[in-house]
């Protein structure tokens, strides 16, 4: 039985959570403010859940998701993390994180930050562009007309054929932006940020995004 471990389990990793067991998954889930406070959330979830702390998250997780405010990634598990699969959800709110100078320069993106704080793991971006309630009403069986689709970016193919696996579990079908430096294309603002496409709708969207800089 894979499990996957959630450091941070607000409204995206909740609901990610809740695709995993659906999908037949064993999950961990963690926060910030302690393992008694997800009590509600692993009651719903049943049987193949449990809370813990993100350290002990990362540890059980074979695939790990990390979904907390940017500003917070320097205190993601690292050694727990090394030589795993890790999803990163997240995206850059200024207003929220605080000014990120790399950022706000467009000289790297939110998952290649992850990536550089996680040196032994695989970082995949995706689930960053969805609304946290279209997880569970969206998904669709492969093969669906007008199935949803969601974007990766990743550095490693392995890691990206794992999220891409689990993706089409959960119910959506996967376009591929390339390595995590593409990962841009899908970060807030840009035409595939928060609307339902399908597979051809998203990749034309990623096509047509700009830099900020260039707009």
Known sequence: MTTIGFIGSGHIGSQLARLAVRSGYDVVVSNSRGPETLSE????????????TAREAAAAADIAVVTIPLRNIDQVPVGELAGKTVIDTNNYYPQRDGSIPALDAEETTTA????AHLPSSHVVKAFNHIYASDLTSD???AGSPGRRALVIAGDDEHAKTQVSGLIDEFGFDVVDAGPLAEGWRIQRDTPGYGP???AAGLTQALAAAKRYRDR
């Open 112 to 115: 290649e930050l992850l990536q």
């Open 41 to 52: 959330l692993v009651a719903e979830l049943g049987a193949h859940a449990r809370a813990a």
């Open 196 to 198: 339902r496409l399908d």
């Open 139 to 141: 998904p669709l069986p």
